[in-house]
């Protein structure tokens, strides 16, 4: 919320997490580079990052599958 992004978190069935991120370009950027690191005691093992087509998501949400 405090970056102002827009799209969403999930965790998928195979314990890796998806997230779809939207908005300013150094905000994006700012948001992956928590993504990188994680929250504490996190486990981040790799990440995979690819460009999609803009969706023009309206919020951040946390889904579920």
Known sequence: DK???RGYVRNLEDSRVEIFIEGNKD???QMLAFCKQG???AQIRNIE???ES???F???KI???
Do not use: S, T
């Open 3 to 5: 970056l102002g992004v």
């Open 54 to 56: 803009f969706q023009d």
């Open 39 to 41: 929250p504490q005691h």
């Open 58 to 60: 309206r919020e951040f």
């Open 49 to 51: 990052e690819k460009q």
């Open 63 to 65: 889904l579920r599958i």
């Open 27 to 29: 905000n994006v950027e």
